[in-house]
């Protein structure tokens, strides 16, 4: 059982040891604390490998993550090397959070770093992929493919300004394209990646969505 810290553009995927790995953008970035938020997993939700979660599992995992050595539990792009990254805050998100799905594990980690802390800031470190060993059912299930996803970037620039943004989704959920609606001056961003917009008018913003 390992988290680490990813671009979600990246693949994903079974692991050489035969564990899986699964991916989720990463929601808020504090820069003043070097902290990071995002679910690492949300329950009934299909991810990239079309399988899904209780939430009673997600606890489980959520739970046996803190008794890990939590000083080396995360590492960059799964290269098995601790990056000085670690958790500060751990917890499954309760029906009603406005941030995110009601039972998914949340986790926050601080990013001392330099070096790290640089691409997270830079987007090129925008999720998190936690790899474990799993045990598979089959089952049965009816879900809605939600293809089209807006939302309200958060504030950026000299001035704090934000934008109305549209992103698609492709089939394994990452994202395809997408742009947000023009600046104060008129300036408009593209979106290829998850989290973060490309730059326009020397900035960028950050974006989530539940």
Not at 151 to 180: E, N, P, Y
Request: proline share 4%; aromatic share 8%.
């Amino acid at each position: 059982m390992a988290t680490a810290l990813i671009d979600s553009n990246g693949a994903s995927g079974a692991a050489s040891d035969g564990s899986r790995r699964f991916s989720v953008s990463v929601k808020s970035v504090d820069h003043a604390r070097r902290i990071v938020h995002g679910e690492v997993y949300a329950p009934c939700q299909l991810d990239s490998h079309g399988e899904l979660m209780l939430p009673d599992d997600i606890e489980l995992m959520a739970h046996r993550f803190m008794q890990l050595d939590l000083g080396a539990a995360i590492d960059t792009g799964h290269d098995n090397l601790p990056n000085g990254s670690y958790p500060v805050e751990s917890f499954i998100a309760r029906e009603g959070d406005p941030d995110y799905a009601a039972g998914a594990w949340v986790l926050g980690v601080k990013i001392p770093d330099d070096g790290v802390w640089a691409q997270v800031v830079a987007g090129e470190l925008n999720a998190f992929s936690f790899e474990a060993y799993v045990r598979k059912e089959v089952a049965v299930v009816e879900f809605d493919l939600v293809r089209d996803r807006t939302g309200v970037t958060h504030a950026a620039g000299d001035d704090g300004h934000t934008h109305l943004f549209l992103v698609q989704l492709g089939d394994d959920g990452k994202v395809r394209s997408g742009a947000t609606s023009p600046g104060p001056d008129g300036h408009v961003h593209v979106i290829t990646r998850a989290s973060i917009t490309g730059a326009a008018a020397g900035h960028t913003h950050r974006y989530a969505f539940l």
